[in-house]
Nanobody, 119 residues
């Protein structure tokens, strides 16, 4: 089993910045990608950004140029630096970790952290 502990959410004004962190612990063997999804009220969960163990990244189009994902493999931690935040970025942000091991694969989820962008 893997535990994902998120931190860094909160309330910020439009144009501000936040940094989310997600630390993985437990049976981390086989995790090949980590990242962040978000879900706003009344909307479907969407993938915001992800990064592979080798460093390959992908971003939701609406956050490109504003958000940066990074990871520290030694600490099993992934970060999401969010700049120039907009009200439409308001959502619960969920850390995820995709894994593949012999005979099984899937995704672990964090508990979610609220990000609110409002004046």
């Amino acid at each position: 089993q893997v535990q994902l502990v998120e931190s860094g959410g909160g309330l910020v004004q439009p144009g501000g910045s936040l940094r989310l962190s997600c630390a993985a612990s437990g049976t981390i063997f086989g995790i090949y990608a980590m990242g962040w999804y978000r879900q706003a009220p009344g909307k479907q969960r969407e993938l915001v950004a992800s990064i592979t163990r080798g460093g390959t990244t992908m971003y939701l189009d609406s956050v490109k140029g504003r958000f940066t994902i990074s990871r520290d493999n030694a600490k099993n931690t992934v970060y999401l630096q969010m700049n120039s935040l907009k009200p439409e970025d308001t959502a619960v942000y969920y850390c995820h970790a995709d894994f593949s091991r012999t005979g099984t694969s899937g995704t672990y989820w964090g508990q979610g952290t609220q990000v609110t962008v409002s004046s």
